[in-house]
């Protein structure tokens, strides 16, 4: 069965630092997307990506953030200067359609990120 | 977004049937009822959704009540590895992202 993969799994770095996450959604999807959870919290939605452009992005997804896919197959998540409350777990998914009523998101196992 | 209300935890035993919650007595008619669930340590998974029918699917039954104010996401027969965050979400049948809230853990007794 096809799946989204994110790697790393676990991210670590220092403040100030630039991330990048990675991920490979399905092969046949058109929409993705990265949320984000904090330890504890809810999980959030940051942005989303059709046709090598953002569709929507949240009130968190500011100019720290920005998203890319370089290739046919990778989509990347870009932090450019961390902070210790961009500390979280990051969701990648992907999805066949969108803004219809079947929209089954696929997500990734996600990437552990922690900022010292 | 439209608002959800599910119970913080439920508890269950193993091979029993599971009905979780979910009132949304705010739901606009253009809101399509979607289930997802976390397991532990792993991201979310698609379980159910529906509009006005009642529906069914290999992983569950989605009740939904006449007046579409409420929802009931039924397991028939729960196993261990139900064991997860369900949260009931609202979306607009034209919008992309899911809006999770705080979801009902369920636990399940062997």
């Known amino acids: 069965e096809p799946e989204v993969t994110q790697t790393p799994s676990h991210q670590v770095t220092q403040m100030g630092q630039e991330v990048i996450l990675r991920c490979v959604p399905i092969s046949n999807h058109l929409y993705f997307y990265w949320y984000r959870q904090i330890l504890g919290q809810k999980v959030e939605f940051l942005v989303s990506f059709y046709n090598n452009e953002i569709s929507e992005k949240s009130e968190i997804f500011d100019d720290q953030f920005s998203v890319e896919r370089p290739d046919g197959s990778n989509f990347t998540l870009k932090i450019r200067s961390t902070k210790l409350e961009d500390s979280a777990m990051y969701f990648c998914?992907?999805?066949?359609?969108?803004?219809?009523?079947?929209?089954?998101?696929?997500f990734g196992p996600g990437t552990r990120l922690t900022v010292l | 977004d439209a608002k959800t209300t599910q119970p913080n935890s439920m508890e269950s035993n193993e091979e029993e049937p599971v009905h979780l919650p979910c009132n949304h007595s705010t739901i606009s008619g253009t809101d399509y009822i979607h289930w997802y669930r976390q397991l532990p340590s792993q991201g979310p998974e698609y379980v159910i959704h529906?509009?006005?029918s009642n529906v069914n699917n290999r992983m569950a039954s989605l009740a939904i009540a006449e007046d579409r104010k409420s929802s009931t996401l039924i397991l028939h027969r729960a196993t261990l590895r139900d064991a997860a965050v369900y949260y009931c979400i609202l979306r607009d049948g034209g919008a992309q992202k899911l809006v999770f809230g705080q979801g009902t853990r369920l636990t399940i007794n062997p």
């Open positions: 529906g509009l006005t």
């Open positions: 998914a992907s999805s066949e359609t969108a803004g219809d009523s079947y929209n089954e998101q696929f």
